[in-house]
């Protein structure tokens, strides 16, 4: 029989709980909202007030629109009124004594048919679930702010959930007009362990000195279509609430890629949490614009793969391209690190390596050898091909692929650890993160082998264990498959 969910609880209404309370009455479900006060009830009667009144003002919603949505949703302080609910969602804040304090004056409380449900970002549902003497009835229901704008929700079920169960809590998010994933219970579920895991390798590349701040973002925004660059997302999420989803996932996996990067704690003790505080990895004025001056580049010697095209972009550019033995820079097209050429050159500061990523990015790559004003030269040049360039160090993989490679490999483990399906995996980037593509998609474009090699690569460079490729992503590779769906 497929259980019906008419009356819903959400207890918590904050930031995510009122957004929460708002989607299911939009969809026509009676609500109760539980505060913890008749203070924190009153913010919360103002959060989906002001939220709605937005909508009417928007010309999204009419009044009478909204009245039926506010009527639908009764708030109290009593969790007595809840008794009754066929769902119950927790909302209250992050912290693990709380969320079981709750849910066992939950579980004593709400109707035995009741499914209870935590919208936790990163604590174990499944150690939720064990205060309960219903666990098979305990599920998470992840979604993500601002909730009624946010299409995206991740149903997490535990080994203790009864089967069946998260589909028919995947159909109910179906039914608030939002796309279900379903999830195994692991910290940080999809979303949060994808991109957390990715933003902090950002903040360890940028505390190794590879490139700078701007440099990073510019090259995962313009270079990759990123809707923003790491360090302007972290400043977004708060460095607090990214260095807290860290620490859980480390405290999981014992993962060194999983270790928040120190600069994180550093900023975090400084009070420096991002847009919330006015001041994060950005002081609230954005990217610094560097000012462009001439380059004092006369001749260029150029070498390897793409050499012609970039060639071309200068020429029509206008810039007169002098190629010569002696030229002021000499400039090797490489993805991969340039240094074993100077060996070979007679003036070896005079070495860069240009990377070309996508249309509007090419990474500049400084040998230990390679004079600044170089390096500012072929910036200039990069400029006037009318690409951002990212100065970086010459290392594996330079920043863009560096950063994307063990990203696409995490999923490439997540899936094949068995706890969330490509389709599924694909659809939370790109619903939850605002990604141009799923990490699948990602790597079928890349190819595989090219994101295998890379792997190898800084696995051998850095000798970090979780940048080996993963055994699926290598044995894919062996066999000749294109594309990892070839697998299904
Ligand atoms: N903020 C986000 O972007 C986001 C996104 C997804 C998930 N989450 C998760 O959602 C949960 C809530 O986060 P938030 O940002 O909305 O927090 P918040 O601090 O904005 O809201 C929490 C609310 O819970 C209330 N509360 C505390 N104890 C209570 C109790 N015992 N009974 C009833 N109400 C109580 C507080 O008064 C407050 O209004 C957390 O688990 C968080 O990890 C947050």
Redesign the pocket.
Known sequence: MTRSFEKVGI???????AGIAEVFARAGLTVVG????PA?LE??RGHLEGSTGKAVAKGRLTEAGRAEILGRVALTTS?EDLADADLVIE????VMA??R??FTDLDRICKPSAVLA??????SVTEIAAVTARPGQVVGM????PAPVMRLVEVIHTVTTAKGLAEEVAALARRLGKTPVSVGDRAGFVVNRLLLTYLNHAAVLLESGLSTRDGIDAAMRLGVGLPMGPFALLDL?GLD?SYEIMCALFQETRDRRHAPAPILREMVSAGLLGRKAGCGFHDGDGPSSQAVGKPSVNSVALMGEGAEEFAAQLSAAGFKVEFGDDADVVIAMSHTPVIELAAHLPHPHRLVGLHLVGEKVAEVASTVLTSPEVARGVEGLVRIAGRTPVLCKDRAEFVVDALLYPYLNDAVRMYDSGYAGMDDIDAAMRLGCGYPAGPFEMLDTLGLETVRDGLRALYAEYRDPSFAPAPLLDKLVTAGARSIRDLS
């Open positions: 207890v918590g209404l904050g930031t995510m709980g539980v505060e913890a006060d924190a913010r919360g969790l909302a209250i804040p992050e709380f969320k304090a709750l935590t919208n936790t970002s990163s604590l992840h979604f993500f702010n999420i609430t």
